[in-house]
Every structure is written in C-alpha cells, then in structure tokens.
C-alpha cells in the first residue's frame, strides 16, 4: 500500500480550500499546504482539517510547487490547485490503484479534468480534452517547464486514471479575460527570453485557434459558452504573438540574423578561435601563492550598470585578500565612473567598437597591457555566458601568467585555472565571488559599492526642480530590456500607495524611458524626475528613503550607493539570481498588473508600519 501526500499552494483560498480538503478525506495520508500570505482564514481552515501547513513568501508558481513537494513524506504525491477536487469516481480510482498488492502501475498518473465556467461544466471544446500529470512517485520527481506553466518531471512510465478532477475555472468572462491577458504576456516574456521571435504567419493565429477549437473540437455543442471560450483562447493565442512582436519593437535588435549572416559571423567565430588557439596557447604555470602577487588584472567588459556593480564586490575582496598587490580594472569605458572604486588603482577604459574603427588604437592597447606584466588576470564575465571578447583580452594581456575565471563554453580554451559554477550558488554576486577560489581568498561582504553621486548639493538642486520636499522615494519603472519591464498603470498604483505612507514619489527615467515615467507619475500623482545621468541619479539615491526598481541597472546602483530601503520588481522568476541578500532589499514578485499590494508589502517589510521611517543603514 503506498502512502499519498496531497499538496496544495494557496494565498487568500478561505472559499476554496475547504471542498478540496473534504474531497480528499480518506483518499489522503497527509495533506501539504503552502500558503504565500493568506489574509483570511485559510490558514485556520487547513490545520483545523489537519493539514501540515508551511509559510512560504511567493517566489513563482514553479518554484513554490517544488516547495511544497519538497515538503511531502509519502511515496505518492497529488498535487491540486485549491479551485480543483475530486469527483468520487476519481478518488475511488486513485486510493485503488495506490492500493494495488503489486504496487501502483506506473511511476505517475495523467488525470482528466472538468473544468467550470460561469459555474456550468464545459464538455467539448479544448477544456474537456486537458489531461495532466499530477500523480507521481515522490522519489525523482521535479516541478521544470516555465515559471507560468510548470510541469513535472516524472519518473517512469506514464499511465492514465479514470474519474475526473473537477476544477472550478472562471467565474465569469472577466476574469477569463483577465488571466488570460496577464498569462499572454508572461508567456510571451519567458519565450522571447529563450529566443522566440513573432513570425508573419502568427497573424493568422487568431482564426485558425478559433477554428480549431470551436468546429474540430466541437466547442460549439457548449453552446453560448463554447463560442465565449473558443473566443477568448484564440485571442489568448493571438495576444502571445502580439507581445513577442511588441518585445522586438521595444527591445530593438531582437530580429535574428539571416541564415547566410549567422553563418558568416559563426564562421568567423570559428576561425577566431582556431587563430586564438594556435596563437596564444593556455599556460601552463602553476598560480603563484598569493603573497607572491604584486599585480593583477580584472576583466569586466559588459556596458551594463548593473553587470559592473555586481562586479565590485569581487575587487574588494581581492583587494583587501591581496593588500600588498597592484589591482588594475579592464573595464567598458562607456560606464566607467560606475565601477571606479578605492579598491582599484587603475582604471583602463576598453571600446569594443575599436577593433572595428580603429583597429590601430586596440593593437596599442593590447600591447600596453603585456608590457604590464601581470602576475594574473581574472576573467570576470557572466557564470553562464562564453564573451570570446573577454576571453581574448584576457589571454593576450596575461602572457604567460595565469588567467583565472568561470568554465562555460569555449572559455576553458583560454584559462589555466577554470573555475566550475556551482549551482548551489544562486545569485550573482556569490556566483561571482567563486573566483576567489583558486586564490584562497575568502570573500569581504556581498554589497556593490560606487563612489558616483557623493554630491548632496546636486541632488537638492534636482529635487528643488522637480518640486519635491520632505522624505521621498525615487521609482524607476523603466529598464533596459522590455521583457523585465512592469507596466506604467502598475507603478502609478505604486506610486499612490507610497504617497498614502507619507512618501514623495520622484519617477526617474532612461534615455527613451520619458513617456513610460511621465505615464507612471500622471497616472500616479508622482513627480517627473528632470533628465538625469548616472552620476545625478545615483545623488538623488543617496538622499532617498526608498527605491522601487524593475530589475535594471539602477536597482543595483541604488543597493551601491546605501538607500535605506530598496524594493525590487521581477517578473520573470529572475529574483533568485539578481536579488541582493542584504537587510535593506527585499524582492518583489507580483503576479500580474494589478498586484501592487506584493510591491507595496514589501516597501512595508523595509519602511515598518509608519510608513515614512527608513530603516537603519547597512553597516
């Protein structure tokens, strides 16, 4: 007899919760709840019913059903959404199979699904074809897929039970249309993250998902509500292919290249790297003991702000690891001012485009940096991306001395101590900080760190422009790629919230950002920042309460220069890696557009029940 823990995630679930926990009853040997804040009884309602119950901030759909299967002890486990529950034929299938003398029959179980809508079970049409995995053998099982429509990974062979699992579905057309709406734009971001582009026959998507589901499925044998449906989830279709189309517009350079193009460049990749490999040979000396290292050289050609913020925390360690040494900074000139630190003695600005207009001036630059001599170099780009640019930089300006940095596509070409990624490490900082390990250096803090901005008098003199007086939080609703964007409409909800706590709200913005902060400051009652740089803005931050940021570069510079409270907006399941384990952020996840309340709960975490206080500063 196999021993089955059903598993239930919930949030506010006081109306639901309790017919799925009947429908179980007997069928059940322990019941998981994974509640993300519930401000009803659904707690209460869950031990009362003797459910084990376990308080979870919401980190996205995948991850907190991987939470709750973590959780669960028996060998079989049914994971149910608290709208769902089982028909008596079903849970007299399922308890039968788990009590089968020779075992259960297969390592997970498909189930079939009747779906409500308006109250009224839907039997044609798309709905009435849905099966899925939701029985598997707790042992090898894993929650993968995207962060909107998780799936499990099951072990073994894949059988079907009888009986249905009722659902309840939409209560109306609304709120169809507004999930649907909220689910087509989070798909449309996770896949145009993987690559997906919107193609010229995705405009016939609409009539064709209409056709599909109402004539060939035989949706129109629902009768009015069939034809709603088969509506509603063309357009849900159709509204994938419009976002992955609005992402390319907004995003710029998201049209791929042509396949003679690809091949070409790819080509001369290619040949790149056999050059490479022919010319500059990895070393082969052993890394010296670090007291023998008098100079070194740091790699970090990204432009983005945010990537050479999460680099400093890197050179101060190696800084204060190897007092003694000489720590020079290859750095991508155009953000340069960022990264300068006390922990650099020399700043070298590096262009790209040089190797393409001015060839003459990278020769001499790459000459310059062997007449260094370095005792290392340290290639400090991404974990998980190969840059053959900062491979070979690194190469030629080490010499014969040893490069040191991450393993991950051709790099290990080009180093003599290639660094795994350990997986364990999450976020990017601590991910960046395991390449003090060949050196023996412990790392010195995770805080990024900038002297930009350490001009109170320019920051007065901005805030007097924009008319702002009194404590106030800078809200910055723009970011460099479209698809990490929250919408205006959202951030002026922000926006009015924190005006309710007894904050001024200062919206800031990037260059082409202007309409998306004069939207969110209307829409919100906030003030438009004046045009600012990076050195402006990172002065107003030093003076502000608060910053609530998307994910983009001046969420990483407000955490730099010390804002006392720091929120950051995620939406695509990326807080995990680009969050900062530090008191004064806290991580954001809202679930759609109109979840300001999960930015605004965490504005609160970091400002206390007042409102306008800020917290004590970092140490």
Same mark, same amino acid.
């Given at each position: 007899m196999a021993r089955l823990t059903v598993t239930v995630i919930t949030q506010d679930e006081e109306a639901n919760l309790p017919r799925l926990l009947e429908s179980v009853r007997g069928v059940a040997d322990e019941v998981v709840v994974v509640d993300s804040g519930s401000k009803d009884r659904t707690v209460e309602l869950a031990r009362a019913a003797g459910a084990r119950v376990f308080s979870n901030p919401w980190p996205g759909f995948r991850e907190q059903k991987a939470f709750a299967l973590a959780q669960a002890s028996g060998d079989y486990v049914l994971n149910l959404d608290a709208d769902e529950w089982l028909a008596p034929d079903l849970a007299r #299938?399922?308890?039968?199979?788990? *009590?089968? %003398?020779?075992?259960?029959? #297969?390592?997970?179980?498909?189930? +079939?699904? $009747? +779906? !409500?809508?308006?109250?009224? %079970?839907?039997?044609? &049409?798309?709905?009435? $074809? *849905? @099966?899925?995995?939701?029985?598997?053998?707790?042992? &090898?099982?894993?929650?993968?897929?995207? #962060?909107? +429509?998780?799936k499990l990974r099951v072990p073994g062979p894949v059988a079907d039970l009888p009986g249905r699992c009722e659902h309840l579905g939409y209560r109306d057309r609304a709120e169809a249309? $507004?999930?649907?709406?909220?689910?087509?734009?989070? =798909? /449309? !971001?996770? !896949?145009? !993250?993987?690559?997906?582009? /919107?193609?010229?026959?995705?405009?016939? @998507?609409?009539?064709?998902?209409?056709?599909?589901?109402? =004539?060939?499925?035989?949706?129109?044998?629902? &009768?009015? #509500? &069939?034809?709603?449906l088969a509506r509603l989830y063309a357009r849900y279709d159709a509204d994938k292919a419009r976002w992955l189309r609005r992402l390319e517009r907004e995003v710029g350079g998201a049209r791929g290249r042509g396949a003679l193009a690809s091949g070409v460049r790819e080509l001369g990749r290619r040949a790149a790297l056999g050059l490479a490999s022919m010319l500059l040979p990895r070393s082969r000396r052993p890394l010296p003991p670090a007291p023998a290292l008098r100079k070194l050289l740091v790699i970090r050609t990204d432009e983005r702000v945010g990537n050479q913020l999460l680099t400093t925390p890197l050179l101060r360690a190696l800084k204060e690891g190897l007092p003694q040494a000489e720590l020079h900074l290859l750095a991508a000139a155009r953000q340069a001012g960022v990264i300068e630190s006390r922990h650099v003695d020399r700043l070298i600005p590096f262009e790209k485009r040089l190797a393409f207009r001015r060839p003459w001036r990278l020769l001499a630059l790459l000459r310059a940096l062997r007449r260094e001599r370095y005792d290392l170099v340290v290639e400090a780009g991404h974990w998980s991306g190969f840059s053959l640019t900062a491979s070979l930089l690194a190469r030629v300006a080490a010499g014969s001395a040893p490069v040191v940095g991450h393993l991950r596509g051709e790099s290990g070409r080009f180093l003599s101590h290639p660094v795994p990624h350990d997986p364990a490490n999450e976020n990017e900082v601590r991910a960046k900080l395991e390449l003090l390990r060949p050196l023996g250096l412990l790392p010195r803090g995770l805080a990024p760190e900038t002297e930009l901005g350490r001009e109170p008098e320019l920051a007065r003199a901005l805030l007097a422009q924009a008319g702002v007086a009194g404590p106030f939080a800078v809200l910055n609703p723009g970011a460099r790629m479209a698809d990490r964007r929250w919408p205006p409409a959202a951030h002026a909800a922000v926006a009015r919230g924190l005006a309710e706590r007894g904050l001024a709200v200062l919206v800031v913005w990037g260059p082409g950002e202007e309409p998306i902060a004069r939207a969110v400051a209307e829409g919100g009652g906030a003030r438009l920042a004046p045009a600012t740089g990076l050195r402006e803005l990172a002065a107003l931050l030093r003076e502000a309460r608060l910053c609530v940021s998307n994910n983009s570069g001046p969420m990483h510079l407000a955490v730099a220069v010390g804002t006392p409270a720091v929120v950051g907006v995620f939406l695509s399941g990326d807080a995990r890696r680009w969050r900062h384990e530090l008191p004064g952020f806290e991580a954001a996840e809202p679930r759609g557009e109109d979840d300001a309340r999960a930015v605004l709960d965490a504005c609160d975490l970091l400002l206390g029940a007042g409102g306008g206080r800020a917290p004590a500063l970092r140490g």
């Open positions: #299938a399922l308890r039968a199979e788990l *009590d089968r %003398p020779e075992g259960p029959r #297969a390592g997970a179980f498909r189930i +079939h699904f $009747r +779906h !409500r809508f308006a109250g009224e %079970p839907i039997r044609f &049409g798309q709905m009435w $074809r *849905d @099966r899925r995995v939701r029985l598997v053998r707790r042992e &090898g099982a894993a929650w993968t897929g995207s #962060a909107v +429509h998780p249309e $507004r999930k649907l709406t909220r689910y087509a734009e989070q =798909v /449309a !971001r996770e !896949r145009f !993250r993987e690559g997906r582009r /919107a193609r010229p026959w995705d405009r016939l @998507r609409w009539p064709l998902a209409f056709l599909r589901r109402y =004539v060939l499925w035989l949706g129109f044998l629902d &009768g009015a #509500a &069939g034809f709603t």
